[in-house]
C-alpha cells in the first residue's frame, strides 16, 4: 500500500485507476487514455528517441531498394556513400531513423489505449497491426489528441 492509499483510504485506492484515465472523441468514437506515470513516460520517451539499429536498418533496406538501381549511373541527384544513399542531398539512412522514431512514437502512444473490451490488452501492439487499421493521417490525429490527453498545455491546466 502507498503513502497515498494509505492516506486517502479504500475509496482513493477503488478509484486511483480513474485518476489516470482521460478520454477523447474522434470520428464519433470515444477513446481513453491511461495516463502514464513519470518512470513511463521517460520509458516511452528512450523507446522513441533512440529506435534499434536493426529496425532503422530494415526500413533502410526498404525505401532504398528502388535507388539501388541508379547505383552504377550516379548523378547530383543519387550519390552512393559507403553506407548511405544521398539523395537531392538527404540521407536515406537519416529518413530511415526518422521513419523508424515516428512509427515508434504512434506505437508507443497507441499502447497508451484502454481497451474496452474486459481482458483485452495492447502491449504487444505492433506498428503494422496499427497501420494495418488506420491511415497515416488518421494515426497522426489519434497521436496528437492523446498527446494533448496526457500533456495538457499550460493554458488547458489553467482553464483559460
Not at 503513502?3 to 470515444?30: C, P, V, W
Not at 497515416?136 to 499550460?154: A, N, R
Request: avoid cysteine.
Amino acid at each position: 500500500m502507498t503513502k497515498f492509499a494509505s492516506a486517502f483510504g479504500d475509496k482513493y485506492q477503488a478509484n486511483r485507476k480513474n485518476l489516470l484515465i482521460r478520454s477523447f472523441e474522434l470520428g464519433g468514437h470515444t477513446f481513453k487514455v491511461r495516463i502514464p506515470l513519470v518512470a513511463e513516460s521517460e520509458e516511452i520517451y528512450k523507446k522513441v528517441s533512440e529506435p534499434d539499429d536493426e529496425t532503422v536498418e530494415k526500413i533502410y533496406v526498404e525505401i532504398t531498394a528502388s535507388l539501388r538501381k541508379f547505383e552504377k549511373t550516379q548523378t547530383e541527384d543519387f550519390k552512393f556513400t559507403d553506407n548511405d544513399i544521398l539523395v537531392e542531398g538527404r540521407s536515406m539512412r537519416e529518413a530511415s531513423k526518422n521513419k523508424a522514431i515516428t512509427e515508434a512514437r504512434i506505437t508507443e502512444f497507441f499502447k497508451l489505449l484502454v481497451p474496452e473490451l474486459e481482458g483485452a490488452s495492447l502491449e504487444d501492439l505492433t506498428y503494422t497491426d496499427i497501420q494495418d487499421e488506420f491511415p497515416i493521417s488518421v494515426q497522426m490525429q489519434i497521436v496528437e489528441k492523446i498527446g494533448e490527453v496526457i500533456s495538457p498545455t499550460y493554458k488547458e491546466a489553467r482553464g483559460n
